[in-house]
């Protein structure tokens, strides 16, 4: 494999990861929200996917975000009588978020992209190491 190869791989997981950590930045912005009418659904979390496509050109795998999907998992639910959005029994439906996932997956998502990030920076100076040597 030759190192423009490893570059564009890296970079491909490098907008992959960017875009993870966009969406998870939003299931955090929207942890706590409500629905605009009572008995409505609130945010539903949504999880970052991720496509593999061969590219024939560099004879290599890359990565690109794929379209997120939402989560199903069941809405949180607070008893709260005084919210607009609270129904005739007085409970909330809250995103079916949880900060601690989020917290974890971002944490996740950042180390890839800086793992990512260390290829790059290897791979710049194993090219910068290969054009002194031609200069001798």
Do not use: C, H, W
């Not at 999880?47 to 496509?53: D, L, Q, R």
């Not at 999907?69 to 607009?84: A, C, E, K, V």
């Not at 129904?87 to 800086?114: C, H, I, T, W």
């Amino acid at each position: 494999m030759d190192l423009n190869a490893s570059l564009q791989i890296a970079a491909s997981g490098m907008r992959a990861q960017s875009n993870r950590m966009r969406i998870i930045a939003e299931n955090i912005a929207n942890a706590n929200s409500t629905a605009q009418t009572p008995g409505a659904d609130p945010y539903r979390r949504k999880v970052a996917t991720v496509t593999s496509n061969f590219d024939r050109d560099l004879g290599a795998t890359l990565v690109e975000a794929g379209k997120p999907i939402q989560d199903s998992s069941p809405f949180r639910s607070q008893y709260d009588p005084g919210n607009p959005a609270a129904d005739k029994q007085g409970y909330v439906k809250l995103p079916n978020v949880n900060q601690l996932v989020e917290v974890m997956d971002m944490r996740e998502a950042q180390n890839s992209y800086e793992a990512d990030l260390n290829v790059m920076q290897t791979t710049k100076s194993m090219l910068s190491g290969v054009i002194n040597l031609l200069k001798r």
